[in-house]
């Protein structure tokens, strides 16, 4: 069945920078676009940033561009997303995501706080 773990999430002070990590298994990792999402306290889950099969497209949301990162190891079936110059307002709980075959599978999560 499909799994996605993400780690890497935690606390660190405005403008410092984390890396995201999700593992996948139970399919065929290089073959699907990946993405990370993100939900803030008391506001909708929204995409922060995708990434094609081969990583020839990386689309990003505009909150994030030039900020953040996103990549992929498909040997690992590992999906990156580096965040730098992190804002309080990037706090949330960053999800992991693929549809394989029209269904949308999730990670638990990781919480990412930006706070000093």
């Known amino acids: 069945q499909v799994q996605l773990v993400e780690s890497g999430g935690g606390l660190v002070q405005p403008g410092g920078s984390l890396r995201l990590s999700c593992v996948a298994s139970?399919?065929?990792?290089?073959?699907?676009?990946m993405n990370w999402y993100r939900q803030a306290p008391g506001k909708e889950r929204e995409l922060v940033a995708g990434?094609?099969?081969?990583?020839?497209?990386?689309p990003y949301a505009d909150s994030v561009k030039g900020r953040f990162t996103i990549s992929r190891d498909n040997a690992k079936k590992t999906v990156y997303l580096q965040m730098n110059s992190l804002k309080p307002e990037d706090t949330a709980v960053y999800y992991c995501?693929?549809?394989?075959?029209?269904?949308?599978?999730w990670g638990q999560g990781t919480q990412v706080t930006v706070s000093s």
């Open positions: 139970g399919f065929a990792f290089s073959s699907y676009t």
């Open positions: 995501r693929v549809r394989v075959q029209a269904i949308a599978y």
């Open positions: 990434i094609s099969p081969t990583g020839g497209s990386t």
